[in-house]
């Protein structure tokens, strides 16, 4: 890990307390968003913490540091074999002794991914025809023609910017599918903040953006997978095989194509702005709730970001709505959304320093009257962050709706998190009891962010948005930190997920360790995460494994974790279709 690394270079005592906050009072550090590296560099090295931490020492190592973390990426996909057409899936799938694991972006949590090591399982890229992107007219049941897009299963919603070895570049611009919807002024009703993705695994995890008024689900018409018995199948929209292989994380086999119904063109406004906690959507009203839920429900597409650090407490607010017509471009510029990373020097250095204050934050043995100070140096770069000022702007869906595709999530900004939905009335008690948790400041340390927003009712019986509306709450972990992000997930488990009922987790990010308990034994709400639990949360449960019991009967695709999980018996002996009939 790169902090890990850096702590062998740099090795941090309490003692640097002290000249990190010099440093950080004494310099211009609050008009940094306007400083060049250079002017950076000078103003750094004025403070007496150069003296310990010289500045060229640290850049330096930094920057080799980032480019092992990209490398280390690049050589691990250089490993991955790239799966060209539907033979090949076929042959591979047939011929292989380990369980098959498409690797898609790899956005997930690397349990939700693979068995382990890459000795336990087998991983398989899919590229060639599975990029491919074809137009179609399609009928509905009154015989009135609309527009479709058959996208492969291996096709990139946008660009993965780590999808290359050192000889090639497989994910471009333009063979993404948003790229090659813009070209013929076609749109989808939604997508997430980050596009990275590739089609299948944003569907078969469940993914989804920020609306209750647009869904993902609701544009797949259909789609094909070759199941763990080597056929191909058409699920349908309305039928149960389209409502349960829809979100099904991989384990009843390899999505090959999706078809999604297009909408023309559309632009769409947007405008973040910081507020005070007390003046946001987050302040509770004399009536005992919260402008959030009123703002979910009635907001076309919307997020928020909280930096609950008792210190700092301020909300970045972001919504967005479809032009009409021209009068509502009135008051916003033209252009794409700007994220507020970008505004920084650049996120690497972002990173730099919080790394230096996790570094230093988490020593052992700290005298609390240094912690309480070095907690209130912390509050001051978070502040100094959300210090910028209100953005409007219009532009085409494409250029507005992925608002975090310009740092660098996959390297330096890599941010692990735990993602829980709850059914959009619980909108008060979940801030509440985020509320009450964070009354310690201490709660918040390495949390640099908590990320509020809705989706929309899904059909596919495993969504956690199955059957309802939703808020969902992201808890962000950088994963730089020095800690267990495990231990970390665990006290919102305990305190947010045993306490609000109805949750459900995304399929993708970190859950409670399996078999193992959360909540609290004193309050009465303590629960074991199994099979048991998610049967209570999830009504098709039980209709849902009958069907991945007759799609994977071998059990092809089902890793140990998954095993466990879902309490599945030992595979029976192989029956494969040896005859492949596309």
């Not at 992107?133 to 009135?144: A, L, P, Q, R, W």
């Not at 299948?200 to 259909?222: E, N, P, R, V």
């Not at 009257?369 to 978070?382: R, V």
Request: hydrophobic fraction near 35%; include cysteine; glycine fraction near 6%.
């Amino acid at each position: 890990m790169l902090l890990r690394a850096f702590q062998t270079k740099f090795p941090l005592k309490p003692n640097n307390f002290s000249l990190l906050s010099s440093f950080f009072s004494q310099s211009r550090f609050h008009s940094l968003k306007s400083f060049s590296i250079q002017e950076l560099k000078n103003e750094y090295e004025k403070n007496a913490i150069s003296k310990k931490l010289p500045w060229a020492k640290i850049i330096a190592d930094f920057e080799k540091l980032k480019k092992d973390i990209e490398l280390d990426k690049v050589r691990e996909s250089q490993k991955i074999p790239r799966i060209n057409d539907i033979q090949e899936l076929h042959t591979e799938i047939k011929n292989s002794k380990k369980p098959i694991r498409i690797i898609g972006a790899g956005h997930s949590a690397a349990t939700a991914i693979f068995s382990g090591n890459s000795e336990n399982d087998t991983r398989l890229k899919l590229d060639g025809t599975f990029r491919s992107v074809k137009f179609s007219k399609e009928k509905d049941n009154n015989g009135n023609e609309f527009d479709v897009v058959t996208v492969g299963g291996g096709c990139n919603l946008g660009v993965d910017p780590l999808d290359r070895d050192f000889l090639h570049i497989y994910s471009t611009v333009e063979n993404s599918l948003i790229e090659q919807l813009s070209k013929k002024s076609y749109a989808l009703p939604i997508v997430g903040g980050i596009t990275h993705q590739t089609i299948g695994g944003f569907m078969l995890t469940g993914s989804a953006g920020g609306s209750l008024k647009h869904g993902f689900a609701d544009c797949i018409q259909s789609f094909k997978f070759m199941n763990g018995k080597g056929e191909i199948i058409h699920a349908k929209r309305g039928t149960d095989i389209f409502e349960a292989v829809g979100v099904s994380m991989g384990l009843m086999g390899v999505i090959t194509e999706v078809t999604l119904k297009l909408e023309p063109n559309y632009q769409v406004r947007a405008q973040e702005e910081v507020k005070e906690k007390k003046d946001s959507w987050l302040n509770k009203t004399k009536a005992g709730d919260y402008p959030l839920e009123n703002v979910l429900k009635n907001t076309e597409y919307m997020h928020l970001n909280w930096i609950p650090l008792k210190d700092v407490d301020k909300v970045m607010q972001w919504e967005a709505a479809r032009i009409k017509c021209e009068e509502d471009k009135k008051g916003y510029k033209q252009g794409p959304y700007q994220h507020p990373m970008a505004k920084w020097i650049d996120s690497s250095e972002v990173a730099l320093f919080f790394t230096i204050i996790d570094s230093i934050l988490r020593q052992e043995n700290v005298p609390p009257i240094i912690l309480k100070q070095e907690i209130n140096t912390i509050a001051f770069l978070y502040r100094k962050f959300t210090d910028y000022k209100l953005q409007k702007c219009w532009e085409d869906w494409d250029k507005i709706l992925p608002t975090e595709d310009q740092i660098p999530v996959d390297s330096t900004m890599q941010t692990l998190f735990t993602e829980i939905w709850f059914p959009v009335e619980h909108t008060t008690k979940l801030i509440d009891a985020l509320d009450e948790f964070y009354q310690d400041k201490f709660a918040a340390l390495g949390n640099y962010a908590v990320e509020l927003y809705g989706a929309k009712s899904s059909p596919f019986w495993l969504s956690p948005a199955y059957g309802r509306d939703v808020i969902r709450v992201d808890l962000f972990w950088w994963k730089h930190n020095k800690s267990d992000p495990v231990k970390f997930f665990q006290k919102f488990f305990d305190r947010i997920l045993a306490e609000i009922p109805d949750g459900r987790l995304h399929w993708g990010k970190y859950m409670p360790i399996v078999n193992h308990p959360f909540g609290s034994v004193h309050k009465g709400n303590q629960r074991i995460f199994n099979l048991d639990y998610l049967k209570q949360q999830y009504p098709k449960m039980n209709e849902w494994l009958k069907i991945r019991e007759e799609m994977d009967p071998n059990q092809l695709f089902v890793t140990p974790y998954w095993r466990n999980l879902f309490n599945l018996q030992a595979a029976p002996k192989p029956t494969f279709s040896q005859q492949f009939k596309p």
